[in-house]
């Protein structure tokens, strides 16, 4: 005898559904269900692109807030002669060129003791711009040379040091120590260095007295070799291959 077949599996039905038509009733089970999640779904998925737009935006704010942090210009608090103290921007202030024959980039930097240091200012007689650090044992070695240079030349020469990212009194503690007699600049995040295609420490330039570059010379400087140099210039006939 054959069994009758068994009554197909119920579906639990919303009790406050409209009475399917003709047309709902060729639909499947599986197909009903969807239509009725698809609202939740649209919902749950339009939540999840704000959350992850709000991410995406809330990471590219931080990304330039430390760009442009990082890249901002460095200021120092320096004294006027009424008592007051306005900041100052510090780092290349006019661009140039790194070439023999070029005008130097102008720069205006903070000292040790807070003054301001501005290239500009020292036209007029040849200037050494001797890139180095207080960790450089080739800086140390010419330290003691470049006292005495200074010695010998006064003002007629003004050799500037100009220190790659340290901070004021570590320099000024080590300054002390080696009696070091020339200007000091501190180049804080190195945008001065970077300006100058500064590859090693110690590197020195030559300026004349119109802020040329006459010379440039990278490791430790021999005094006999500085003194052939700034006298040329200030012959005005020096050429590089003429002192080593």
């Not at 040091?161 to 503690?173: I, R």
Request: aromatic content about 6%; some cysteine.
């Amino acid at each position: 005898m054959t069994q009758p077949p068994p009554p197909p599996e119920s579906t639990e039905l919303d009790p406050e559904a409209e009475p399917a038509s003709d047309g709902d009733s060729e639909r499947s089970p599986a197909t009903t269900g969807v239509q009725r999640d698809a609202p939740h779904t649209f919902v749950r998925d339009g939540a999840v692109s704000l959350l992850s737009l709000l991410l995406v935006t809330g990471a590219i704010i931080a990304v330039q807030f430390i760009r442009n942090r990082d890249s901002g210009s460095t200021a120092a608090a320096v004294g006027l002669p009424s008592g007051d103290y306005t900041a100052v921007r510090l780092g290349v202030v006019a661009g140039g060129d790194t070439k023999i024959g070029s005008q130097a980039p102008l720069f205006q930097l903070s000292a040790p003791d807070g003054q301001v240091i501005r290239l500009g200012d020292l036209r007029g007689g040849v200037v050494l711009l001797n890139f180095w650090a207080t960790w450089c044992a080739p800086c140390r070695q010419e330290i003691p040379d470049l006292v005495k240079l200074q010695n010998d030349w006064g003002e007629s020469v003004r050799i500037v040091g100009v220190d790659l990212q340290e901070t004021p009194a570590d320099v000024a503690a080590f300054a002390t120590r080696l009696q070091m007699n020339y200007l000091l600049a501190l180049d804080f995040n190195g945008e001065v260095a970077s300006s100058y295609k500064v590859r090693g420490l110690p590197t020195t330039f030559f300026l004349d007295a119109q802020g040329v570059i006459r010379d440039v010379r990278i490791g430790v400087l021999r005094p006999q070799v500085a003194t052939c140099i700034v006298n040329n210039i200030e012959r005005g006939q020096h050429d590089p291959g003429d002192c080593r």
